[in-house]
């Protein structure tokens, strides 16, 4: 058995077929991809990949199976899924999943394609799992499936302690060792053992603040939107094939968006940090609903509308509509005298998250700093924001 030192777990003991998956292109692909994108252009220290996460995913899926009780193969399966559960992922990270979701119609859970005659087929098939079974388990289908992608899933309880800890907040610091330890399945359903309301709102509070501070940071929600914004001209604009870029690195990418002319000066703008700024910073209550509602098209055609009304040039200005705010951890399932009940049946300070995500949702609109006032006054008038 080996042990790979980590910074959050210390010893990561790796044996049997996930030994082997460490090997793989695939995986050390991920060594190279961020896992928290442009959130490092806010705290400069947050330069972890999705390799290190992915061990410590592993590291918490073994964990959670010995004390569920669950060995043999379908433990093997468990922990072969919890390794490769972010193998999907694009460059960047979540920066590019929507565009990769809207060219080639799947999202990062979907990995059934790269098991295909693969490298990683091959690994899993040599030590009798079917990479199907695996697959499914990293898209959070099946019993198991919920630890890898669940309510109550070891990617949750990872990245929390992880992201706080390279980012020095102190707002991610569950005790990934007390959730795992509590976990029991009641009925098929993940949850947790009796007494432990407060352990799961601890990972909800952990969520709602690195969310607040760290995840929604506006810098970095400006770099995403023009790295998004970036990625879609430079597939439009050359013969990128969505494929070949959905398996780019971080800097596989950045270098193609510099060589590309359309793309060069955003990709200029993100390496010197020289981004765009707020033209607006709009809360929940002064946005229609209708705007609520718009699809990626719809907003692609309100920038154009709002830069032809300030008189700016098409595409320099970024509308960042992120929906309405949802709290899905707030489905925790918790044992409350003998019976499962959901975390937001059984917790009031569920109320006053969720009020608090509302109070902090923010529609943006970015442009380059010259042009903001003018920015500013379209896009109030195009967007009818009050």
Known sequence: MNAIKDAVHDYVEVDGVARDLLDTAAMQRLRHVKQLSTVRLVYPSASHTRFEHSLGVYHLARQALTQLGIDGSRAEAVRAAALLHDVGHGPYGHQTERIIERRLGRHHDDVHHLFESSELAAVLESHGLAPDVVAD????????????????????????????????????TVDPGRLVRVLQFVDGTLALEEGNVPTAESLLVARALMNATVYRHHVSR??????ERASETLLDSTDLAPERFARMTDAELLAALRECPETADAAKRLVERRLYKRAVWAELEAVPDWLLETNDADQRTLESEIADEAGVEP?????????????????????????????????PLVQGLQAAQQAQWRLGVYGPEPMLEAVESAAESVLEIA
């Open 137 to 172: 388990l990293i898209a959070g289908k099946g019993k198991l499936g919920q630890l890898v992608s669940g309510d109550l899933d070891v990617d949750r309880m990872d990245y929390l302690v992880r992201d706080a800890h390279h980012t020095g907040v102190p707002y991610g």
């Open 315 to 347: 595409g320099s200005v970024i509308l960042d509509c992120p929906g309405r705010p949802s709290m899905p951890e707030t489905d925790t399932q918790v044992v409350v005298a003998g019976s499962v009940r959901r975390l937001h049946e059984q917790s």
């Open 222 to 227: 400006i770099a995403g939107s023009m790295l």
